[in-house]
């Protein structure tokens, strides 16, 4: 039955590494200005677009 215990625990900590690496990437999403976004949407824009 320890072995559950183990598993448990390795579960636990698996959710919490998970949540740690979510709040790091939102963090980092959210330092960006509007200005910013903006221009690195436009950037992909100009990049995905076709050439005619």
């Known amino acids: 039955m320890r072995w559950w215990k ?3 625990l390795a ?4 959710v919490a590494a998970t949540g740690v690496v ?14 910013q976004v903006r221009d690195r949407l436009h950037a992909r824009l100009d990049e995905s ?3 005619p």
């Open 22 to 35: 979510i709040v790091r990437s939102e963090r980092k999403r959210r330092a960006y200005t509007p200005d």
């Open 49 to 51: 677009a076709p050439k």
């Open 6 to 8: 183990v598993l448990g």
């Open 11 to 14: 579960g636990a900590a698996g």
